[in-house]
């Protein structure tokens, strides 16, 4: 599998990158995770505006789903080849609906699902394309969900936003690639069920026994640098913060 980081910034969009949405590429099929502030715009870098094969999304909290919006727009109103079929988008209950309020201004009250092939997410394992997905709901104030992708023997697990939670942990276990979010600084944010802090994402990866730990989520007012510390206080394998444009091999 192949990890392209579209946009990594927790909330809001950086000056470097845009909010949440990563490419997962194998077998010649594109899924892309989250599509968040900004991530349109980065996506063009890293696929054709009509190569993806799939949505996959976290949950609907804008930074991770309201670039749907304009995605709408490109499918639907496409100059040249004709309105595009309708591409599976994965989501929590309510997706459709969700975007069409975002949007505002639709033609009528169904044109999402003439481009977009909403399918509603569930805790469970499913597979989309070649990759084998567990799904399990993880702790946060909106319908979240956290992912553990396989394909070929390998595994990403994706922790979505989420705070401190069993579900993470079993989701992780043994994953060669944790991508977690940290979006709070140990010591200094404390808000139950919420998000978690580097510290708390390097312990999650100790218990998991990940092969690498890659933070994400992270807000423009998080430095990096001291999650990272503070993840490697509890982890001794490798730690990095994401980065957008960033490429893995898992």
Request: net charge negative; with cysteine; hydrophobic share 35%.
């Amino acid at each position: 599998m192949k990890l392209t980081v579209v946009g990594c910034s927790g909330s809001f969009p950086s000056m470097e990158s845009a909010c949440s949405s990563y490419l997962l590429e194998a077998d010649g099929f594109r899924l892309l995770i989250d599509m968040g502030n900004g991530a349109l715009g980065e996506l063009q870098r890293h696929s054709g505006l009509y190569d993806l094969d799939a949505v996959l999304l976290s949950h609907l909290h804008a930074d991770h789903c309201i670039d749907l919006c304009g995605y709408f727009v490109v499918r639907y109103y496409r100059p040249d080849g004709g309105r595009c079929a309708p591409l599976p988008v994965y989501g929590p209950e309510g997706t459709e609906r969700r975007l069409t309020v975002a949007h505002a201004d639709v033609p009528h009250d169904g044109a999402m699902s003439e481009v977009f092939d909403f399918r509603t997410l569930t805790p469970g394992t499913f597979t989309i394309g070649p990759f084998t997905i567990r799904t399990e709901h993880v702790s946060h104030p909106v319908e979240a969900f956290g992912f553990r992708i396989e394909h070929g023997g390998r595994t990403l697990t994706y922790s979505g936003d989420t705070g401190p939670c069993e579900a993470l942990e079993s989701l992780a276990e043994g994953a060669d690639l944790f991508l977690c979010e940290a979006s709070f600084t140990y010591g200094k944010e404390d808000i139950p069920d919420l998000h978690l802090n580097g510290r708390e994402a390097g312990e999650t990866a100790r218990r998991a026994a990940v092969g690498r730990l890659v933070l994400t989520h992270i807000p423009p007012w998080t430095d990096p640098d001291i999650s990272i510390r503070d993840a490697q206080k509890a982890y001794d394998g490798p730690v990095e913060a994401a980065k957008a444009g960033a490429a893995y091999e898992v």
